[in-house]
């Protein structure tokens, strides 16, 4: 059990897409078995650019505050505060986490303009509902494990310094 709980945590990061990949997977097949997906797809058919303007606010919006959140913590690395973690091996895996969320936000931006543009039909729309299940996913885990990485950041500039 321990080995496997230290081959999680070395690979986190692909834990993390897999574990929301399997969750937006369990949510289609959900739909699909229980006849909601006729449903989905009479939805995003009917408010399709509706749907993917607003996937693309939020998405893009996400973007701009894991940039300036990374931009925050840049400008906080040469601090004493953070020598510690300057100091750790993860140091790298610390910026992986942020530079990965960058690329699946802007991934997931590009994707919800593109689908804004082009209206794909028939069978292509289910390829597209999947799509958009699987880049969506992949952004919210990104997303949330920055978000995470950030907030340990934060407690490590502002907690009491020892007396």
């Known amino acids: 059990m321990n080995a496997a709980l230290t081959f999680r945590k070395a690979n986190f990061m692909w834990f993390d897409l897999l574990e929301a990949w399997?969750?937006?997977?369990?949510a289609l097949l959900g739909a699909y078995r229980f006849s909601y997906w006729d449903d989905l797809v009479a939805a995003l058919n009917e408010h399709h650019s509706d749907?993917?303007?607003a996937l693309a606010s939020v998405i893009g919006s996400l973007l701009g505050f894991t940039i300036t959140a990374a931009a925050?913590?840049?400008?906080?690395?040469s601090t004493p505060e953070l020598e510690v973690v300057r100091g750790n091996?993860?140091?790298a895996d610390l910026w992986q986490t942020f530079l990965a969320a960058i690329r699946w936000l802007g991934i997931?931006?590009?994707?919800s303009l593109?689908?804004?543009?082009?209206t794909p039909s028939g069978v292509y729309r289910d390829v597209e509902l999947v799509l958009a299940a699987g880049v969506v996913s992949g952004c919210?885990?990104?997303f949330v494990r920055c978000v995470w990485?950030?907030?340990?950041?934060?407690?490590l500039v502002v907690r009491p310094k020892a007396s």
């Open 51 to 53: 749907f993917y303007g």
């Open 149 to 155: 990485v950030f907030e340990k950041v934060i407690w």
């Open 72 to 77: 925050v913590l840049l400008s906080f690395a």
């Open 140 to 142: 919210t885990a990104r």
């Open 22 to 26: 399997g969750l937006a997977g369990l």
């Open 108 to 111: 997931g931006t590009a994707f």
């Open 114 to 118: 593109v689908a804004i543009m082009v």
């Open 89 to 91: 091996a993860r140091y």
